[in-house]
């Protein structure tokens, strides 16, 4: 069964603490892994679209690298404008139409 | 500018009435999807529609329906078949003529059974 796990569930920063959070997959043949930030009360905006192991994107203090298991969303030098929910999100190979979505990891940011 | 609307933001509904959300993109995409997302869980595929007039239930249709007769909008009723309704609906949209597409989402609608 597709499945996303993602690590940890929470996660408590100081301001400039760098930090990684994990994204665990199994899935039957991955055509992409997704990265998006949830702000609270609102919909999820995309951050970065990961295709094959060893590809890398970045933007700003994020970072998102992918191996054939997992995808890790590196954090360097942290503010707290960066505080929100981290979702990672697959879509399979077998099924063009499906994305399966990890339940987030909180980050929260403190000055 | 670009992107999903969603409306309204907030929705509070009286047990066994029907609602409607609605959901509009003017991004040109084909595909668009409805989730729900409860506290602490993914998010759970509810309907998607990848052409105009057809689309397909995903994993927790029952008691949801929608419709896609234009290409721009695609909206999810809530019906009263639908035991636990109070969550937060996101709708997203995506272009699928390429090798992968990322979502885009709307801004949600929080709907409130009193």
């Known amino acids: 069964e597709d499945q996303v796990t993602q690590s940890p569930e929470a996660l408590r920063l100081q301001e400039g603490e760098s930090s990684s959070l994990n994204c665990s997959y199994t899935?039957?043949?991955?055509?992409?892994l997704f990265w998006y930030r949830q702000d609270p009360g609102k919909g999820p905006e995309f951050l970065f679209t990961?295709?094959?192991a060893g590809e890398e994107k970045e933007k700003e203090r994020l970072k998102a690298t992918l191996t054939k298991k997992e995808s890790f969303l590196h954090i360097t030098a942290p503010k707290p404008e960066d505080s929100a929910t981290y979702l990672c999100?697959?879509?399979?190979?077998?099924?063009?139409?499906?994305?399966?979505f990890g339940t987030g990891t909180r980050l929260k940011v403190l000055a | 500018d670009g992107g999903i609307t969603q409306s309204p933001k907030y929705l509070f509904r009286k047990e066994g009435q029907n609602v409607t959300l609605s959901c509009e993109q003017n991004?040109?995409?084909?595909?668009m999807y409805w989730y729900r997302q409860d506290p602490g869980q993914g998010l759970r595929l509810i309907y998607y529609?990848?052409?105009?007039?057809?689309?397909q239930k995903g994993d927790i249709a029952e008691g949801y329906s929608v419709s896609r007769e234009k290409k721009e909008s695609f909206p999810l009723t809530v019906t009263s078949a639908q035991k636990n309704p109070t969550a937060f609906y996101l709708c997203?949209?995506?272009?699928?003529?390429?090798?992968?597409?990322?979502?885009?989402f709307g801004e949600g609608s929080r709907l409130t059974v009193l």
């Open positions: 999100a697959v879509q399979a190979a077998s099924g063009t139409y499906k994305y399966i």
């Open positions: 997203a949209s995506t272009w699928q003529g390429g090798k992968t597409g990322e979502l885009f």
């Open positions: 899935v039957s043949g991955l055509r992409g």
């Open positions: 990961l295709y094959s």
């Open positions: 991004l040109n995409h084909d595909a």
């Open positions: 529609s990848q052409i105009v007039n057809d689309f």
